[in-house]
């Protein structure tokens, strides 16, 4: 920046150079636990009855499915599925949604000037949504087991299928939101997404066709409910559920990394 000194005689003006230093850009992780607590503390109250039917809607899937399946193999499908259908339902459909709103509604602007990196912003709110499946899930797992007479010992393996199921799941969702051009169309695509994973999921893949076993495989969702069901037998294969969860860490990445771009494309238009 150039400023003329008051005591310059006149015609022998010179420019006197005056540099300011920009504050440094925020840091990373800060930005994304400041953006994770005020999105877990604005959706607490708006989400939690919608967390509700997301929980009672697998209950009453896993009611219906306890008169049909016929195997334990089909049992565990199913409770594994309507487990992570709760994911699916909060983390895919609803954050579709808000960001949809968020975009159309110039919410974005709000954040675009804020000094914190855009992946804060996506990581953040993909991470306060997730966390609102925690309870449902587990009282849709337990009620599950108990219905279909399955163990309860392998339970704690929801600690990992839910944050990285959660983490693909929602990376779609805000994809979905940011990209695209009308509110409605992300609702529309968030709804067609969680459907996907409800049929796809709960329902047993012996059962399925084989096309559409192929379209199941394509779900990131899948691998968060294969892990889950392979544990509930005697000797569960740990490689097997391992490589599950790294299909899902995978995918979360991947789909996080598009949600960040979209994120970036939406805020500069």
Do not use: K
């Not at 607490?44 to 997301?54: D, E, G, M, S, T």
């Not at 195997?71 to 949604?97: C, D, H, K, P």
Request: proline residues 7%; glycine residues 10%; aromatic residues 8%.
């Amino acid at each position: 920046m150039s400023v003329v000194s008051a005591q310059s005689p006149p015609g022998s003006v010179r420019p006197v150079e005056v540099t300011a230093e920009l504050a440094p850009a925020a840091r990373l992780w800060p930005s994304l636990a400041a953006v994770y607590r005020a999105q877990l503390s604005r959706a607490r109250v708006a989400r939690i009855p919608l967390l509700f039917v997301a929980t009672f809607q697998s209950v009453g899937i896993m009611i219906m499915m306890r008169g049909v399946v016929d195997t334990r193999g089909e049992a565990q499908s199913v409770v594994a599925g309507s487990s992570v259908v709760v994911v699916a339902y909060v983390a895919l459909n609803l954050l579709a949604q808000y960001f949809g709103q968020l975009r159309a509604s110039g919410g974005l602007d709000h954040y675009a000037t804020l000094p914190v990196p855009p992946a804060a912003v996506v990581l953040g709110a993909a991470g306060a949504y997730a966390s609102f499946t925690v309870p449902g899930t587990l009282v849709t797992a337990v009620f599950g087991c108990v219905l279909f007479g399955l163990p309860l010992t392998n339970l704690w393996i929801l600690v990992a299928v839910i944050p990285l199921a959660g983490a693909a799941l929602s990376g779609l969702g805000a994809a979905f939101g940011l990209l695209a051009p009308r509110p409605e169309l992300a609702t529309l695509l968030g709804q067609l997404g969680m459907s996907a994973a409800l049929l796809l999921g709960v329902l047993p893949p012996d059962r399925m066709p084989e096309i559409i076993r192929l379209a199941r495989d394509l779900l990131p969702s899948t691998y968060g409910v294969e892990a889950y069901a392979r544990t509930f037998g005697a000797h569960p294969d740990w490689t097997f559920v391992a490589a599950d969860l790294g299909v899902c860490a995978g995918v979360g990445v991947v789909s996080l990394a598009v949600a960040t771009w979209a994120y970036r494309r939406a805020a500069v238009r």
